[in-house]
């Protein structure tokens, strides 16, 4: 998997306020990030003055077994990070804030092409790399790992953000 993944990197990410929102289904990524593109549409997001759309997704723990095992059940959460003053146009979201923290990141090319392979590795990949070194965390609460996915030139990545103390 040669040129998948990027050099990990520590990086610093400010405060964001978002607008979220959590589905369980058995393809939780694809009905909350649809639900979240029409709610963004329809808050008035996407037409805010100078507003450039940024999403960004992580698991969501809180399955139970029956619903993972009986029904084969996962789950996501999909967010839009939003303007301090803006004010949406409608409800149906969560709006939350996600503190200032310090991340490991490494970007994955193309995660989709074998999403179950490539996107499981980039987490390994990282992990692997916190916990031999001095980022090691000592506790995740109040913290999530998140992934960030964009288009540059025709190709797709994702960004992929563990924090570290």
């Not at 639900?35 to 139970?64: C, E, H, Q, T």
């Not at 990070?81 to 939350?96: D, L, Y």
Request: hydrophobic share 35%.
């Amino acid at each position: 998997m040669e040129g998948v993944y990027s050099q990990i990197k520590i990086v610093k990410v400010p405060k964001m306020q978002v607008a979220r929102y959590v589905i369980i289904s058995p393809n939780p990524e694809h009905d909350v990030i649809s639900y979240m593109d029409n709610w963004a549409k329809n808050s008035g997001l996407l037409d805010f003055k100078d507003y450039k759309p940024r999403r960004i997704g992580w698991d969501f723990p809180f399955v139970s077994n029956q619903q993972s095992e009986q029904f084969g059940l996962r789950g996501y959460v999909s967010a839009y990070i939003i303007p301090e003053n803006f004010k949406p146009e409608c409800g149906g979201v969560e709006i939350a804030y996600i503190n200032e923290d310090t991340y490991a990141t490494l970007t994955v090319t193309d995660p989709h092409s074998n999403s179950f392979e490539k996107i499981p590795k980039g987490y390994e990949v990282l992990l692997e790399f916190i916990n031999s070194g001095e980022y090691k965390a000592t506790t995740w609460e109040n913290r999530i790992a998140f992934e960030e996915e964009y288009d540059i030139d025709g190709v797709h990545y994702m960004d992929i953000y563990i924090p570290v103390k």
